[in-house]
């Protein structure tokens, strides 16, 4: 089978801006700041919708409710949305410090539990991600912290090189400093709650809303000084949710699905390559369904594969 594009999501964001369009050759829908791309989503309210080919239109629940086997393979979870959402996020400005709530509380807290990933696929110079809490710090100290505005300052940073990921897992506070390009891998969820928005005002003119409460209740308070991921082997990330594989790839060597009877979603990172009679380059997303064809490297490649564990 031919690999399946699907047509991105752009969303306006206060911290995003135009890379997408710069690095990416994209053309976003007006003059505003986008800061992130949906590449992959089976949402209520939004969908992934093939471009072309067979499946043109359709949008990514009807492949997973109405052709499961025959795109994605056998032995899946019996799930009713597609469980993996992947964007491109553009941060031209600071994100909010922010935490996604585990499992065990999420219901409780009234959303749902989000793990992740982020790969880098653009950094700015000095650009740094604010990441797990610094060394001694607990939670009194950081309810003073949030009382007087100094929440930033309770947070580690680390100063990441393109090509390098870490994994986000749920409870971890986090935020995306300005000057990155992001290709985030997730759990199929929505919720976040931010504790610190920098006392900036949002598209609209007013302070965006903070979840303080909820994100009490979400942080791992001995989650101190992460460091970016050392891979192993070829994997960058895996848990129970999904998958990602970074591959290399010289100049005419090939690759395809990690498992010929199950799918993968591939996103070109560098370089370019051909899949059947299609032919991406650096920030193209696309599924291969199971038994696809063979992915070759027209150019030098760095390739991300995600897959369902199992």
């Known amino acids: 089978m031919e690999p399946i594009v699907f047509e ?8 995003g801006g135009r890379e997408l369009e710069r690095q990416y050759g994209r ?49 899946l979870p019996d799930s009713e ?32 539990p989000k793990t992740e990933m982020w790969y880098i696929a653009g950094a700015d110079p000095g650009a740094k991600l604010h990441v797990g809490l610094k060394a001694g710090v607990n ?23 393109i090509g390098q990921s870490i994994f986000i897992p749920s409870g971890r506070l986090h935020a995306i400093g300005a000057g990155f390009l992001i290709h985030e891998i997730q759990q199929n969820s929505d919720t976040t709650y931010r504790v610190f928005d920098w006392n900036r005002l949002g598209l609209d003119g007013q302070p965006r809303a903070l979840h303080v409460a909820e994100s009490l209740a979400s942080i791992d308070f001995s989650d101190f000084e992460p460091e970016m991921d050392t891979p192993r082997g070829s994997v960058i990330a895996e848990c129970e949710y999904f998958r990602v594989e970074k591959l290399t790839l010289a100049a005419g060597e090939r690759t395809g699905n990690r498992e010929p009877g199950r799918f993968s979603i591939f996103s070109v990172a560098e370089g370019q390559v051909t899949c059947g009679t299609s032919r991406f380059s650096k920030g193209d997303f696309f599924l291969l369904p199971r038994g696809g064809g063979e992915i070759i490297a027209t150019l030098p490649s760095a390739i991300l594969r995600t897959t369902l564990p199992g």
């Open 8 to 15: 991105p999501l752009y969303m306006q964001r206060v911290w």
């Open 27 to 75: 053309t976003l829908p007006d003059t505003a700041p986008y800061g992130e791309s949906w590449e992959i989503v089976d949402r209520e309210g939004e969908q992934s919708v093939v471009r072309s080919g067979p499946f043109a239109g359709r949008s990514l629940h009807e492949l997973w409710t109405g052709n499961r086997e025959e795109i994605f393979g056998s032995g």
């Open 81 to 112: 949305r597609f469980p993996i959402l992947i964007k491109v996020l553009d941060a031209r400005d600071e994100l909010s410090i922010q935490v996604h709530p585990p499992a065990a509380l999420a219901g409780a807290l009234g959303g749902d």
């Open 139 to 161: 939670r009194p100290a950081f309810e003073e912290a949030i009382a007087n505005g100094t929440v930033a300052d309770c947070v580690h940073a680390i100063e990441p090189e």
